[in-house]
């Protein structure tokens, strides 16, 4: 069954997307659309009275999530489920493990877009387009600021950027940041696996300070786990160096966000970019809002006119090797959370 229907048109399954798959499950399956809307925000499995019906004998889901519902009707029947979002951390369900389904995600879908998001939000902070913005707000033309040395301006080339996690989004920004002349360290679950191309120093999770003390602009892009739930703590921050920017395209519930602002406020951070927060949609009044150093966007940055042709890519070549009985690729450890 097929449970892709949501109230936000980029995310809404096109028809030739459900015909693709369903040619590549091949004759003798019966593909179920499910038309009521599910929520793709986050990590999805929040799914539909619609959905948990039409999974009782269901053998494969594709949903914006796995919604414990859906696992609890299928279980006995359901052998795969794949969630269309990067995140399998709401997936997981007592449920889920009840049933003993093989659970597959579309981590890597998003990688080039959000990957694009990074670099461009690097640059809006090296080149002092936050100060731009505020001074067009209040009609003010602020050449001294750019000049007497109030807004740092710095160069791609030279600047170090740390990446705390190095899945497809961190691979993606590395080789990005690399081919601009930026410096690229990185740290990782497994420091002793190959490092991407344009990463120059990788560790372990025991060398995050390390990390940081080496970063001008921190990117966190790792998926939310046990092990990395609040990692961006006060004490992370403040072993940046002075000045440096933080960009997180990972998730909320990483980072304590108490600690974010008090480095934001004591000058310690010069900005930030974030797509993710710890709740969404941010609260009114949250002093994000109008904060001069901080940069919002609404959990977008992997939106992209071609997710659906990666998504449909994925499907397809999964189909085809759950009908041969081959090994699928994204399969989430349960354990791990990814």
């Not at 096109?14 to 798959?21: K, R, S």
């Not at 694009?116 to 001294?144: M, N, P, Y």
């Not at 071609?306 to 759950?322: P, S, T």
Request: one cysteine or more; charged letters at 20%.
């Amino acid at each position: 069954m097929v449970d892709l229907a949501s109230p936000r048109p980029v995310w809404s399954v096109p028809d030739a997307v459900v015909g693709a798959f369903a040619r590549a499950l091949g004759r003798g399956w019966d593909v179920v659309r499910v038309r009521a809307a599910s929520s793709s925000d986050g990590d999805g499995a929040l799914g539909s009275r619609e959905a948990a019906g039409a999974a009782r004998g269901a053998e494969v889901y594709v949903g914006w999530g796995v919604p414990g519902a859906v696992a609890a009707a299928g279980a006995g029947t359901l052998r795969w489920a794949h969630t269309a979002a990067a995140g399998a951390a709401a997936s997981i369900t007592p449920e889920l493990r009840a049933a003993q389904v093989t659970l597959t995600n579309s981590r890597g879908i998003h990688a080039q877009p959000i990957a694009d998001w990074v670099v461009t939000a690097i640059g809006f902070c090296l080149r002092g387009f936050h100060a731009a913005v505020e001074a067009q707000r209040s009609e003010r033309w602020a050449k001294d600021v750019f000049t007497d040395g109030t807004v740092r301006v710095r160069e791609y080339v030279g600047t170090r950027v740390g990446l705390l996690g190095l899945g497809g989004v961190g691979a993606a920004v590395a080789r990005r940041c690399a081919a601009l002349g930026m410096e690229v360290g990185a740290v990782r679950r497994h420091p002793e696996r190959r490092a991407p191309r344009g990463v120059d120093w990788v560790r372990g999770p025991a060398h995050l300070s390390a990390l940081a003390r080496r970063s001008d602009v921190l990117v966190l892009a790792a998926p939310s786990t046990a092990e990395t739930r609040g990692v961006m703590t006060r004490e992370l921050f403040a072993a940046l160096p002075s000045g440096a920017y933080f960009i997180n395209v990972a998730r909320g519930n990483l980072v304590d966000e108490a600690a974010l602002l008090e480095a934001l406020d004591t000058g310690r951070l010069a900005g930030c970019a974030l797509d993710v927060f710890a709740r969404e949609p941010v609260p009114p009044a949250h002093p994000f809002w109008r904060h001069p150093r901080v940069l919002m966007f609404p959990h977008v940055c992997g939106v992209s006119e071609r997710f659906w042709e990666r998504q449909a890519a994925l499907l397809v070549e999964n189909a085809r090797r759950f009908r041969a009985g081959r090994r699928l690729r994204n399969v989430v450890d349960l354990d791990l959370g990814y």
